[in-house]
């Protein structure tokens, strides 16, 4: 970025990541403003909901650093934008990812709105991501983090030019340990805070439990790839493709194991029927069933403002995973289908397929269908042994 001293407004959650971004920032001579994002409301007061502290330790980092401090409560347009539209992908069978959206919709629209109100020249957060104009081409292009391990990218690739522009992501350029050498160093009070997992409004209680409270929901069975019934499910919106915990079926002899050995390969979800309200299921991690080539994606997103031209590229189908190398069929300004070299695992409806070029993120969407491999109705049931 220019050497020019900006004001810069950055997201202050309560973790160490913001708090070492704001220190940097503050540290190259920049006039920094913090604010704190609350973005549920419901169970504000219960052991699950931790927004109560996270203001609480955000506070104290703005105290330490010098720095004001403004509590902003973006709830409602989180309900309307982000909650809403989770509960519709689940109803519908699929899993969506509300990080992806709360990105797009809040931390960098909202969010970014309130900064601008407030005369900020630029916003900061603390995601392990890098942003770098390119003079060739005079776009602004996603970087991944130079940390692997905590790369968010993938939850970024909704990012628009305009957006990017204003956009800084000083700990993207660290890895985690030096972040914590450095909260550490100029004794950060949340320099040993456990990072958060999981999604906000859920918090530490079970999924289940808390979808429960909004989501209708029928039992019906679970069957194997033969048509065995092994168990009843307790609603369709409860399970994902590729779960292995919580299905509640007893073990079916793993196909090939020893006479009396007593072995039993895990089970896994492989697909839910909705128009039967049946849940398949498959007996080991690497079963056909499991596996696809190919995704159709919609409602897509590209960060230079169109789409990558068909050809060899890379992918993501969920957060942590390697990219995976693949071709893009077609591509067009609300869709993409992808052929991937190799079986991919577990594909989901809902989630976001992202793509890359190198350490560039070129954008992405929400995966809406994948190839028949993943649907052995259509194939034999030797193919699928």
């Known amino acids: 970025m220019s050497s020019k001293k900006q004001r810069i407004v950055v997201g202050l959650s309560g973790g160490v990541d913001s ?14 403003v913090g604010i704190f994002m ?30 004001e401090i403004e509590h902003v409560n973006f709830a409602a347009e989180y309900k309307d934008r982000v909650f809403a539209e989770f509960l519709r992908e689940y109803q519908a069978g699929r899993t969506p990812n509300p990080d992806v959206l709360c990105n797009a919709e809040i931390k960098f ?11 900020a020249e630029r916003i900061a957060t603390g995601h392990y991501a890098r942003v770098r104009h390119n003079p060739a081409s005079g776009l602004f292009e996603l970087l991944k983090g130079v940390d692997a391990s905590k790369d ?40 040993k805070k456990k990072d958060s997992t999981g999604i906000c409004f859920i918090g530490e209680r079970p999924f289940r439990e808390f979808l429960n409270r909004y989501i209708s929901h029928a039992p019906g069975p679970i069957v194997d790839e033969r048509g065995r019934r092994l168990g009843r499910h307790v609603g369709l919106s409860f399970y994902t493709l590729g779960q292995r915990q919580g299905l509640g079926i007893g073990g079916v002899k793993e196909k090939g194991a020893a006479r009396g050995s007593g072995e039993h390969a895990p089970w896994f979800v492989a697909r839910k029927e909705l128009a039967t309200n049946t849940l398949h299921v498959v007996q080991g991690h690497d079963h056909p069933w499991l596996l696809s080539q190919r995704l159709t994606a919609q409602d897509a997103s590209w ?5 990558p031209a068909p050809g060899p590229c890379a992918a993501k189908t969920r957060y942590r995973q390697s990219d995976a190398a693949c071709r893009v069929v077609q591509a067009s300004g609300t869709d993409f289908t992808l052929e991937f070299a190799d079986g991919q695992w577990a594909v989901t409806p809902g989630q976001s397929a992202v793509l890359y070029e190198g350490e560039v993120c070129l ?12 649907d052995c109705s259509k194939v034999t049931v030797n193919d699928c042994d």
Not at 109 to 119: E, M, N, P, V
Not at 363 to 374: L, N
């Open 109 to 119: 629209k909202a969010f970014l709105d309130h900064a601008f109100a407030l005369g």
């Open 19 to 32: 708090a070492v971004t704001a220190h940097l920032l503050k540290a190259q001579g920049h006039e920094v």
């Open 38 to 67: 609350k973005n549920w409301e419901d169970d504000d007061d219960s052991e699950h909901c931790s927004s109560r502290q996270d203001f609480l330790d955000a506070a104290s980092v703005a105290d330490v650093l010098g720095i």
């Open 303 to 307: 960060i230079a403002g169109a789409p």
């Open 363 to 374: 954008g992405g969407g929400v995966i809406a269908a994948v190839d028949d491999r993943a």
């Open 152 to 191: 968010q990218s993938y939850f970024l690739h909704r990012l628009s030019q305009v957006q990017l522009a204003r956009t800084l992501f000083p700990v993207g350029e660290l890895h985690k340990s030096e972040v914590r050498r450095i909260a550490a160093e100029i004794k950060l009070p949340n320099a």
